[in-house]
């Protein structure tokens, strides 16, 4: 099947006892058994429910991947792969990631005797230097939050592969509509399901996708065992959300293209951080691993201190000033103050996240509207 009939379809059959198109939502956290052990494969709620089971099975496909396990919230998510780890082992990882990576690493997994190195991964080689017989993951973020630097998945793959390390992708920047790390050699895709894959701004939800049987019963013990599990509800929202994902995608993307040109040019913008520009630095690689660039797009604000970035992050009307992307509303976000407070402003400075960067989630409005905002906004 193809991408947008998988995301409409997979995991989901009529309800069996009703006939019901869309999966019902299962609001139980039991299910009777006929004598102790006797049941249909649903026992307690927190490690099996039908609605998330057939949501689990939808994103495994859209990732072409064999298993899908869904999480309370993408950090949820990411904290059962590092439970995956022991004290003495060590990870490697991006210096440009998502400012709550990079703080349960650094301020929970590191104290429990996790030792990480955050790199420059530009040049996948980079990579090859820092592993040794401790290393047992590689976690990669791409595009990068918020600079959009690219990953080459597939030669990082390499490195993993021939010294035995897993290889964990965060997708959530691109969305398995234009990336499926699986495919390029990676382990585990984790998504924070919140952003694109939802779409509506109305879940907050994680998800890990993955092939191996033996990975998977491993990740499934701790997903039951610590219980960072969503509810039926939420399960629902983001199957009804993914049956538009390929639409809205491409939506995000061709909107994405025509504000990135017309930003490129903008007399009020120094960097402009977008990976569908041929001058961006990993641009032929970004071509090569994803479909198309998104709509994601950074910029820096020509000679503004933080008082006019915050006078432009505040003076838009169809943009909503917001943490959180991916939704069918456009938002513009400030990461210094915002997302990525939880990184010192040394590490934030050495990767170009500057006090005057803004950090846009371009929506699916209609691109006039858009424009003409951009256009008052940074008058
Ligand atoms: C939002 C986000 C996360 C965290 O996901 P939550 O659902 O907010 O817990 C992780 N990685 C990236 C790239 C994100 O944007």
Redesign the pocket.
Known sequence: MKFGTKAIHAGQEPDPSTGAIMTPIYQTSTYWQKSPGDNKGFEYSRGTNPTRKALESCLAALENAKHGLAFS???GATDAVMKLLSPGDEVITGDDL?G??YRIFTKIFSNYGIKFHFINMNDAQNVKQYVNQNTKLIWI?TPT?PTMQIVDIEAVSVIAKANNILLAV?N??ASPYLQNPIDLGADIVMH?V??YLGGHSDV???ALMLNDDDLYKRLWFIYNACGATPGPMDSFLVLRGLKTLHLRMKAHCENGRQIAAYLKTHPKVDKIYWPGFTDHPNHDIAKKQMRDFGGMISITLKGADLKETFRVASSFKVFSLAE??GGVESLINHPVSMTHGSIPKAERDKVGVTDNLLRLSVGVEDIEDLLDDLKQALS
Do not use: A, Q
């Open positions: 919230s993408g950090m998502y709550g990576s973020e939050n965060d959530t920047f924070s919140t952003k907050v939800m994680g959180s992307l």
